[in-house]
Antibody
């Protein structure tokens, strides 16, 4: 059974770096593409970008200059770093597995709320 | 970016009702359109890909249709477990974008 679980600080100060981890179980992260997606309160979902173990990445241009993805295959974990955060980065952050057909996500984590505030 | 607009934003319906949600794209997305169901505190669930392909395990009361810029998700007979928010997503071009969601509530 494939499961994804996001974790990280629930509160980040403005101008600091938001760092989240997604722990994946039931499947090797090496075999799929993965995305980070977020949803600010009261707003629609926003795709942050995708990446693969092989190094293929694609970022949303609106966030590209501040986002970094990484993978830890030994722990089957994915990571997201978002630098220079502001209140606009307050959101529920999801990690998700891209389906074999591509371009959509067949497994998601439950999401983790990150609030940017001093 | 391609804008995805869903209507209505919310609706109230009764168990057994037929419900249709519309998703309109600001430009042609061909068949690169998916639908998801999201319940509070839960992981979103992929219902339909490629406009009309039902995912394994998704009840047949769910169906999708459309092409180009106009798409619909229909629940033929609403069940208690279907009360949730539904959103569409396009992937014809980057960045992939989502509709704002349609909340289906109990009448």
């Amino acid at each position: 059974q494939v499961q994804l679980q996001e974790s990280g600080p629930g509160l980040v100060k403005p101008s600091e770096t938001l760092s989240l981890t997604c722990t994946v179980s039931g499947v090797s992260i090496s075999n799929y593409y993965w995305s980070w997606i977020r949803q600010p309160p009261g707003k629609r979902l926003e795709w942050i970008g995708y990446f693969s173990y092989s190094g293929s990445t694609k970022y949303n241009p609106s966030l590209k200059s501040r986002v970094t993805f990484s993978v830890d295959t030994s722990n089957n974990q994915l990571s997201l770093n978002l630098t220079s955060v502001t209140a606009a980065d307050t959101a529920v952050y999801y990690c998700a597995r891209e389906s074999r057909g591509g371009y959509n996500w067949d497994y998601w984590g439950q999401g983790t709320l990150v609030t940017v505030s001093s | 970016d391609i804008q995805m607009t869903q209507s209505p934003s919310s609706l109230s319906a009764s168990v057994g009702d037929r419900v249709t949600i519309t998703c309109r794209a600001s430009q042609d997305v061909s068949t690169w359109l998916a639908w998801y169901q999201h319940k509070p505190g839960k992981a979103p669930k992929l219902l339909i890909s490629d406009v009309s392909t039902l995912q394994t395990g998704v009840p047949s009361r769910f169906s999708g249709r459309g092409s180009g810029t106009d798409f619909t998700l229909t629940i033929s007979s609403l069940q208690p477990e279907d009360f949730a928010t539904y959103f569409c997503q396009q992937a014809v071009s980057f960045p992939w974008t989502f509709g704002q969601g349609t909340k289906v509530e109990i009448k």
